[in-house]
């Protein structure tokens, strides 16, 4: 059976002392309401990670960095290794978000490299993927997200590739209060799972988990979390509300 999960990618937001108090109210709120066996995350800032490690049980939240450097150490200032992060208590990485392809250049090259050091390092990456208004309106969408796969983690081992978890997230919808249709949500995530079959086989397309994460909200979640190939969500705005966020939680 499918790993659900809902992770929030707080992005640039919130200082050290606001996100531990955000840390808390959603770990209290998962605590008294519970998540019906729904895996939570929380992708804070590299600054965050150990307070926030610290301050939640990590029997029901998991703490994950949005980003690791492409190299394991050196002289690379200002960059935040795997190990690093590992030595945090943290659990996951983000890798690959449209935010980091479009603003900070990062390649399939790069990303090959940090999916190597992460898996290395024993963090589960929230591998992210997706398309841009232009490429949905000229029909090339489900080609174009299947390439990105074809390019990164579709390059791993079946073993390794067991370890993933993948973020669809249509560009589009992300930040624009624009949403995608439920029904266009389980076109993309079917096609995922389909070409992932097609590289790795059925078994493993079918415990691949498959995050959906354009605007989701507690409005529209439990329409798009009902899709058979919707496994959850990777969540934005709507996480730094820890009352929105158990909500989109509890939409399934």
């Given amino acids: 059976m499918r790993q659900k999960i809902v992770a929030g990618n707080w992005k640039c937001n919130t200082n050290v002392q606001e996100g531990v108090e955000l840390a808390k109210a959603v770990d209290s709120i998962v605590a008294e309401k519970g998540a019906d066996d729904v895996t939570v995350v929380l992708g804070v800032p590299f600054t965050h990670l150990t307070s926030v490690v610290d301050a939640v049980n ?3 939240i998991n703490v994950s960095s949005q980003n690791c450097a492409a190299e394991a150490k050196g002289a690379y200032t200002g960059e935040v290794s795997v190990n690093m992060v590992k030595s945090t208590g943290a659990t996951h990485v983000i890798l690959g978000h449209s935010e980091r392809r479009e603003y900070y250049g990062e390649t399939s090259e790069i990303l090959n490299k940090k ?10 990456p929230i591998y992210c993927c997706g398309e841009a208004l232009e490429i949905r309106e000229a029909g090339t969408h489900n080609e174009f997200v299947v390439k ?11 073993d390794d590739f067991k370890k993933i978890v993948i973020a669809y997230e249509p560009i589009w919808a992300i930040g624009t209060g624009v949403t995608a ?3 266009q949500a389980q076109d993309m995530h ?7 079959a097609a590289k790795f086989g059925e078994e493993i397309a079918e415990e691949t988990s498959i995050l959906y994460g354009g605007s989701c909200n507690p409005k529209n979640a439990s329409e798009l979390f009902a899709n058979k190939d919707v496994d959850g969500g990777l969540i934005g705005g709507a996480s730094l509300k820890a009352e929105d966020f158990i909500e989109i939680i509890n939409a399934y």
């Fill in 181 to 183: 249709s439920s029904d």
């Fill in 190 to 196: 079917a096609n995922l799972r389909s070409a992932i």
């Fill in 148 to 158: 990105q796969l074809e390019e990164t983690i579709f390059q791993l081992s079946a």
């Fill in 58 to 60: 990590i029997d029901r």
């Fill in 115 to 124: 999916l190597a050091l992460a898996l290395e390092a024993g963090l589960t």
